[in-house]
């Protein structure tokens, strides 16, 4: 029987605008450090994973993240103006890996909308680890325009890509995307990204209850033995945009299940803290991992919170640094960059809002009741980076 219509009233709030005060007091011994001298955070955890938003703009309205209804042709996009400059960018990144970073990834909106993306993949590979290794520098990308140029990203720095494709069958990836593009393109584009060298790829694939959970299988056998690795995303409540209700949250427990009933798997250590997936691999007929088959990861941020050694920081389009996912509001740090900042003052602002970090908000969640946090106030997902 079909529902009866009800218009949904979506509580779009500008939370662009909103920031919170950046702390520009010295840097003081207050500021908790691990024994290897690493800031921590209210929770004893480390700074190590920059995620940075290049744009707030995409080619794609998968109606998860940039539902067609909310960013359509009246939708204000940032202005340019707004935007931070490579430089700006490289700027914070390197205040950021001067306190423990060791992975940049770009993201946006697409990212490979962003005009002359490759130098700033130039500008940021220049950079070094305190222990004086390069960066690990990714990127995620709809695939759509990685044929034109995953060479030249390679060219410019970039190690390896993350392609969010979620199925096989094209009526359903055009309808998810909700533009009409076909998969055919993007599958080219992530052959070439391999050919490129932007390996190991990684593959990434929201799964959404009722819309594309009988791609799965299709996925797991089409990506099973090239070397590429498969993660199943559940759907999130990030944003408010998206209408998000429990009952479309297909938990990982039951990708697993599904899988493993056709593809044998075995569960795999991760293989480094506050890794965001958890591994299972292929299993050879003695029930041992096949290391020529591979693995996949599911991203279980729903169903099973990781708030615990989550080492991320967000650096929205417009310079706002965000400490979770899930925020309402960030930390303006293109305001401290355009005053002419020293960076010592940067440093000291970064040290400070980290050491203040206490968000675990998929922890909280779990406490809730189902569909409690749907119309709390986040910021939306191509604002702030995935
Ligand atoms: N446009 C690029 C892309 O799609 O890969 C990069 C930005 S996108 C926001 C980053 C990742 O977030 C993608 O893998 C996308 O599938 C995922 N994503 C967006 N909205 C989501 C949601 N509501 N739940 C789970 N994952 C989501
Ligand atoms: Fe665009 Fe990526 Fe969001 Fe899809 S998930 S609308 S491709 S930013
Ligand atoms: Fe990290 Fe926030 Fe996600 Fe928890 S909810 S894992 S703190 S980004």
Same mark, same amino acid.
């Given at each position: 029987?079909?529902?009866?219509?009800?218009?949904?009233?979506?509580?779009?709030?500008?939370?662009?605008?909103?920031?919170?005060?950046?702390?520009?007091?010295?840097?003081?011994?207050?500021?908790?450090?691990?024994?290897?001298?690493?800031?921590?955070?209210?929770?004893?955890?480390?700074?190590?994973?920059?995620?940075?938003?290049?744009?707030?703009?995409?080619?794609?309205?998968?109606?998860?993240?940039?539902?067609?209804?909310?960013?359509?042709?009246?939708?204000?996009?940032?202005?340019? !103006?707004?935007?931070?400059?490579?430089?700006?960018?490289?700027?914070?990144?390197?205040?950021?890996? !001067?306190?423990?970073?060791?992975?940049?990834?770009?993201?946006?909106?697409?990212?490979?909308?962003?005009?002359?993306?490759?130098?700033?993949?130039?500008?940021?590979?220049?950079?070094?680890?305190?222990?004086?290794?390069?960066?690990?520098?990714?990127?995620?990308?709809?695939?759509?325009?990685?044929?034109?140029?995953?060479?030249?990203?390679?060219?410019?720095?970039?190690?390896?890509?993350?392609?969010?494709?979620?199925?096989?069958?094209?009526?359903?990836?055009?309808?998810?995307?909700?533009?009409?593009?076909?998969?055919?393109?993007?599958?080219?584009?992530?052959?070439?990204?391999?050919? !490129?060298?932007?390996?190991?790829?990684?593959?990434?694939?929201?799964?959404?209850?009722?819309?594309?959970?009988?791609?799965?299988?299709?996925?797991?056998?089409?990506?099973?033995?090239?070397?590429?690795?498969?993660?199943?995303?559940?759907?999130?409540?990030?944003?408010?945009?998206?209408?998000?209700?429990?009952?479309?949250?297909?938990?990982?427990?039951?990708?697993?299940?599904?899988?493993?009933?056709?593809?044998?798997?075995?569960?795999?250590?991760?293989?480094?803290?506050?890794?965001?997936?958890?591994?299972?691999?292929?299993?050879?007929?003695?029930?041992?991992?096949?290391?020529?088959?591979?693995?996949?990861?599911?991203?279980?941020?729903?169903?099973?919170?990781?708030?615990?050694?989550?080492?991320?920081?967000?650096?929205?389009?417009?310079?706002?640094?965000?400490?979770?996912?899930? !925020?309402?509001?960030?930390?303006?740090?293109?305001?401290?960059?355009?005053?002419?900042?020293?960076?010592?003052?940067?440093?000291?602002?970064?040290?400070?809002?980290?050491?203040?970090?206490?968000?675990?908000?998929?922890?909280?969640?779990?406490?809730?009741?189902?569909?409690?946090?749907?119309?709390?106030?986040?910021?939306?997902?191509?604002?702030?980076?995935?």
């Amino acid at each position: 029987m079909t529902e009866p219509y009800t218009p949904r009233v979506v509580p779009l709030l500008d939370q662009r605008s909103a920031a919170l005060p950046t702390p520009a007091a010295a840097f003081t011994s207050d500021t908790r450090r691990a024994a290897d001298g690493l800031l921590l955070d209210t929770r004893q955890r480390p700074l190590r994973d920059l995620r940075i938003s290049v744009t707030d703009r995409c080619n794609f309205r998968c109606n998860y993240c940039m539902p067609k209804e909310i960013f359509d042709k009246n939708y204000s996009y940032l202005p340019h !103006a707004a935007l931070l400059s490579f430089e700006e960018i490289t700027r914070i990144a390197k205040v950021f890996v !001067a306190h423990g970073v060791q992975k940049i990834r770009l993201t946006g909106g697409e990212p490979l909308l962003r005009k002359n993306i490759e130098r700033l993949i130039e500008q940021l590979s220049a950079l070094r680890t305190l222990e004086g290794r390069a960066l690990d520098l990714t990127l995620t990308t709809n695939g759509s325009l990685l044929a034109r140029k995953a060479r030249a990203l390679k060219a410019a720095g970039l190690q390896r890509v993350t392609v969010s494709l979620d199925g096989l069958d094209d009526a359903i990836f055009r309808s998810m995307n909700d533009v009409d593009f076909p998969v055919a393109d993007v599958l080219t584009g992530i052959e070439a990204a391999r050919d !490129a060298g932007l390996g190991p790829i990684k593959i990434n694939m929201v799964v959404k209850r009722g819309t594309n959970e009988h791609q799965i299988l299709p996925m797991a056998r089409r990506f099973m033995g090239t070397g590429m690795v498969l993660r199943f995303i559940e759907y999130m409540d990030v944003g408010v945009t998206n209408g998000w209700r429990m009952n479309e949250v297909l938990p990982s427990s039951e990708v697993v299940k599904l899988i493993h009933t056709e593809l044998p798997l075995v569960q795999l250590e991760p293989s480094q803290p506050g890794e965001t997936a958890e591994r299972w691999g292929y299993a050879n007929a003695a029930g041992q991992h096949d290391q020529a088959a591979g693995e996949i990861g599911v991203i279980s941020s729903v169903t099973q919170a990781f708030c615990g050694d989550c080492n991320r920081a967000r650096l929205s389009t417009e310079g706002k640094l965000f400490l979770c996912l899930f !925020a309402s509001q960030g930390y303006d740090l293109r305001s401290l960059v355009r005053a002419d900042a020293a960076d010592a003052d940067l440093t000291s602002a970064v040290a400070h809002i980290w050491a203040g970090r206490a968000d675990r908000y998929s922890e909280l969640r779990s406490a809730m009741a189902p569909d409690a946090g749907s119309g709390r106030r986040r910021v939306e997902m191509s604002y702030i980076g995935g």
